[in-house]
DNA sequence: CTCGTGACTCCCG
DNA sequence: TCGGGAGCCACGA
């Protein structure tokens, strides 16, 4: 393993159950540094492709796709909304009904 | 091996 | 109300 960090982020992402989502701070607080949201980004991006995490259940503070148009974004909140998640007029998700609960886990 | 970059977030003036 | 700086550190070139 690289690191505790990434293995623990690389677990918790792919713990995230399809119709919730988590954000890259609350991921980064679970695995040790609630200052590394950057990594846990980074991590997602290059791991995804290797490893098959569910990225697209990771958005931002605010619940919004970080993605730029055109840059990914279409295709993430694609595959959010075939899972059950829903936008509001302002493209951003409820954090309040669908945050994962890891708390919980 | 070194260096720049970045799917973020919080804090302070 | 809003902008800017700092902290974190994995990854690819």
Redesign the pocket.
Known sequence: M??E??DRVRTIISRIPAGKIA???LV?EIAG????????????????RKYQLP??R?????GRI??GRGA?YEF?KSLLEEEGVKFDSYDQIDLDRYLWLAELD
């Open positions: 690289a690191s960090f990434t954000t890259y701070g980064a540094n609630h200052l590394a949201a950057r990594q846990v980004a980074r991590i997602l991006h290059s791991s995804s990225w697209h990771v958005v931002n503070r605010m970080s993605l990914g993430q």
